[in-house]
């Protein structure tokens, strides 16, 4: 099956710098790619997501960056602020009339220190 | 629209007893997948149910189990329960079967002493 993996475990940035979180996935078949963030006590929320066929997606101070090839994919957070201080998750799927079935990163614990 | 809500928010049990827990998904969307959160493991995935169907389940022993009413509400059973059951229980919705985009609930933590 597959398998994600996901770095660093923690970082810890100052506000204003950029965070890069990095995962790799093993199953080529895959091709779909979302992050979660989820805030200390809260659900998980989609934040971002990137499908197979598209290299780079932005919105605002995040970006998602897909490498097929090397099977790996990173989230970028510029101009950090203290609000995106949480845990982020990265997953991978393979998106089939099959069903939904997402496998997930063991998480980033992002502190953004004033 | 209200969001994926699951009850209860907290749950304590003893090993050897077992447990449901209930998830009712956006409304008007299908497929209900269920994900266990611990410290260590991060989020695994347990099943997914559409349409009253499970569609996909992953590498739980079969103590875990679920099911999907008619209404597209979802209860997830856990029986004789561990100490390594001990976790959070996300719930969470989508419209329909094979969508990416997941709405999650807020979960149920469940302690098992």
């Known amino acids: 099956g597959e398998n994600v993996e996901q770095h660093p475990s923690t970082l810890s940035v100052q506000e204003g710098d950029s965070a890069v979180i990095k995962c790799t996935y093993s199953d080529s078949a895959s091709n779909y790619f979302p992050w979660y963030k989820q805030e200390l006590g809260k659900r998980p929320q989609l934040i971002i997501d990137i499908r197979s066929n598209v290299g780079e997606k932005k919105d605002q101070r995040i970006a998602v960056t897909l490498n097929k090839t090397a099977k790996h994919f990173s989230l970028h957070i510029t101009e950090t602020q203290p609000e995106d201080s949480a845990v982020y998750f990265c997953a991978a799927s393979i998106l089939t009339g099959g069903g939904n079935k997402l496998t997930f990163g063991t998480g980033t614990q992002l502190k953004v220190e004033l | 629209k209200a969001g994926v809500t699951q009850t209860p928010r907290y749950l304590i049990k003893t090993r050897g007893q077992q447990v449901t827990l209930s998830c009712s998904p956006i409304?008007?969307?299908?497929?209900v997948s269920w994900y266990q959160q611990t410290p260590g493991q991060g989020l695994q995935f347990l099943f997914e149910?559409?349409?009253?169907?499970?569609?996909n389940k992953g590498n739980f022993p079969g103590r875990f189990s679920g099911r999907q009413f008619s209404n597209s509400r979802s209860e997830m059973n856990v029986s004789t329960l561990e100490l390594g059951d001990s976790a959070l229980y996300l719930c969470?919705?989508?419209?329909?079967?094979?969508?990416?985009?997941?709405?999650f609930g807020s979960g149920t933590q469940l302690s098992v002493l």
């Open positions: 969470a919705s989508s419209p329909v079967t094979g969508n990416e985009k997941l709405f």
């Open positions: 149910y559409f349409s009253e169907t499970q569609r």
């Open positions: 409304s008007g969307h299908r497929s």
